[in-house]
């Protein structure tokens, strides 16, 4: 097989030796385990992990979003259901809530995310925007603040020439 298409193949990744990564300065809670970005489409997939009481503040979504909860339970400030372990969300681009996580255990979720967040104060003004960059940029920082070598979760990264 050519080394070329290598690159093109399945991956596979253990998420066990990703590191949880604070997402601040917008929750001093939750955390963020990148799993992978496609710096094309700017699309990212992450693990969201918040303990009971937890939140990340206003946003709007630039794209859509999916969700699949893995444990636990949360729900937006501004609708009436609860997401509990199995359920699954769909946001459409341009949505905006605020996440809480619900009763007395860890959260989990899994998302894909499509495009930019940006942030809201309580006024609804812009106070900050997070794309795959920024968010790449924060899980290296964090690595290299921990003393941990990253693991390259971007998408078709180091593809050979020729």
């Known amino acids: 097989m050519s080394s070329d298409l ?4 399945t991956r596979h990744l253990d998420t066990l030796a990703l ?6 300065p917008y929750s001093e809670h ?21 303990p009971p ?16 909860t893995i444990k636990g339970a949360w729900r937006y400030l501004e609708h009436d259901w609860v997401a509990r372990e199995g ?7 341009s949505s ?20 930019a967040l940006e942030f809201l104060d309580e006024d609804g003004n812009p106070i900050g925007i997070e794309d795959w960059q920024s968010m790449y940029q924060r899980y290296l920082d964090y690595c290299q603040e ?17």
Do not use: N
């Open 53 to 68: 009481g937890a939140h990340i503040g206003l946003h709007k979504h630039y794209g859509s979003v999916t969700l699949y």
């Open 146 to 162: 921990q003393g941990i070598d990253p693991i390259d979760v971007t998408e078709l990264s180091e593809m050979p020439v020729g």
């Open 87 to 93: 359920d699954f969300v769909f946001e459409t681009a």
């Open 19 to 24: 590191p949880e990564v604070p997402f601040l």
């Open 6 to 9: 290598t690159a093109l193949e």
């Open 30 to 50: 939750v955390t963020i385990k990148l799993l992978r970005i496609d710096r094309a489409s700017g699309q990212i997939s992450v693990i969201l992990k918040g």
């Open 96 to 115: 905006s809530h605020t996440f809480v996580t619900e009763g007395e255990e860890m959260v989990e979720v899994f998302a894909t995310v499509e495009g």
